[in-house]
T-cell receptor
């Protein structure tokens, strides 16, 4: 039981390049989330998926797209990377129910030059 | 909207010192409250949680009490260790039904031997 996994761990892009960040969970949770972490900003929600087949915007969705491929996988795509998207990206998944805690993946550190 | 305000630091303490990290929140309704910890190079891990007023969450020697009257959830530990060096995030559950978490900006703690 790996929990939440993310690939890649590190990535360097040039401005304008595209890439997809992958996230998978093996906990049979319905919901999945993408956050970005920037120094002094805490974690900010990019997109989330409350169930398979649905996605919704979070606080900072501009420049990103997502796909909920199936119940296990939730990918985040940068179509044309910008230096402002240099950040650490975390995928998370809550078990649902009354407590609403979330389980986080190890993160992807992305640098856009 | 819902928000979390926490001490930002960075804070440096000597081993065995007492730790308090302040966290206050603004929310409609009665959210669940969380403390997450992020060790260097890793994702976020749930440290403790409280789901209703006057609940005390505790784990690994850390404690926090859900104070509705002061809208606070301060984190305390009586004697910190070098291994407690990490970034600490206070968070609350968004009560709109989406299971979103709202995070504070995080506080970096360094404990010296």
């Amino acid at each position: 039981n790996a929990g939440v996994t993310q690939t890649p761990k590190f990535q360097v892009l040039k401005t304008g390049q595209s890439m997809t960040l992958q996230c998978a969970q093996d906990m049979n949770h319905n919901s999945m989330y993408w956050y970005r972490q920037d120094p002094g900003m805490g974690l900010r929600l990019i997109y989330y998926s409350a169930s398979e087949g649905t996605t919704d915007k979070g606080e900072v969705p501009n420049g990103y797209n997502v796909s909920r491929l199936n119940k296990r996988e939730f990918s985040l795509r940068l179509e044309s990377a910008a230096p402002s998207q240099t950040s650490v990206y975390f995928c998370a998944s809550p078990p649902g129910g009354a407590y609403n805690e979330q389980f986080f993946g190890p993160g992807t550190r992305l640098t856009v030059l | 909207g819902n928000s979390v305000t926490q001490m930002e630091g960075p804070v440096t303490l000597s081993e065995e010192a007492f730790l308090t990290i302040n966290c206050t929140y603004t929310a409609t309704g009665y959210p669940s409250l969380f403390w997450y910890v992020q060790y260097p190079g890793e994702g976020l891990q749930l440290l403790l949680k409280a789901t209703k007023a006057d609940d005390k969450g505790s784990n690994k020697g850390f404690e926090a009490t859900y104070r509705k009257e002061t809208t606070s959830f301060h984190l305390e530990k009586g004697s910190v260790q070098v291994s407690d060096s990490a970034v600490y995030f206070c968070a609350l559950s968004d009560m709109s039904g989406s299971e979103k978490l709202v995070f504070g900006k995080g506080m970096k703690l360094t404990v010296n031997p």
